[in-house]
C-alpha cells in the first residue's frame, strides 16, 4: 500500500489548507487513517484519526481547528486545517493501518506512512 500525501504549503496566519492523503496498490484495506506531524528537532505528534466507520479524533492542540474527513470510495484522508497558526509549522505524515494480499494470497495488516507534506504558516 502506497500512500501519497499532497496540500501542503505556505499561507498566513489565520488561513486555511487542506492536505489530501491517497492510497494505492492492489488488493487491500484500509482501517484507521491519521495524520502525524513533526516540527525540526521534535518528536513527531499525532494529530487526528479518523476510523472506517468514520468516528474522529483530534488533538487537543488543535480541536476545533483541524478537522479529519475520508473518502472510502477514493481510499484517501483529508485534513481540513483552518485558523492556522506559525506553532503548526510541521512536515505532516498521513498513516494508515491496512490489509493487504501478499504473494501467498494471505491478508497482512500492517501499518503504512506517507512520504510527509511541508506546511509553513507565516506570522
Known amino acids: 500500500v502506497q500512500l501519497q500525501a499532497s496540500g501542503g504549503g505556505l499561507v498566513q496566519a489565520g488561513g486555511s489548507l487542506r492536505l489530501s492523503c491517497a492510497a494505492s496498490?492492489?488488493?487491500?484495506?484500509?482501517?484507521?487513517m491519521a495524520w502525524h506531524r513533526q516540527a525540526p528537532g521534535k518528536q513527531r505528534e499525532w494529530v487526528a484519526r479518523?476510523?472506517?466507520?468514520?468516528?474522529?479524533h483530534v488533538a487537543n492542540s488543535v480541536k476545533g481547528r483541524f478537522t479529519i474527513s475520508r473518502d472510502n470510495a477514493k481510499n484517501t484522508v483529508y485534513l481540513q486545517m483552518n485558523n492556522l497558526k506559525p506553532e503548526d509549522t510541521c512536515v505532516y505524515y498521513c498513516?494508515?493501518?491496512?490489509?493487504?494480499?501478499?504473494?501467498?494470497?494471505?491478508?497482512?495488516?500492517?501499518?503504512?506512512w506517507g512520504q510527509g507534506t511541508q506546511v509553513t504558516v507565516s506570522s
Open positions: 496498490g492492489n488488493k487491500f484495506s484500509l482501517n484507521d
Open positions: 498513516e494508515t493501518d491496512a490489509l493487504y494480499l501478499d504473494y501467498s494470497d494471505s491478508w497482512v495488516a500492517q501499518r503504512f
Open positions: 479518523i476510523t472506517s466507520g468514520g468516528s474522529t
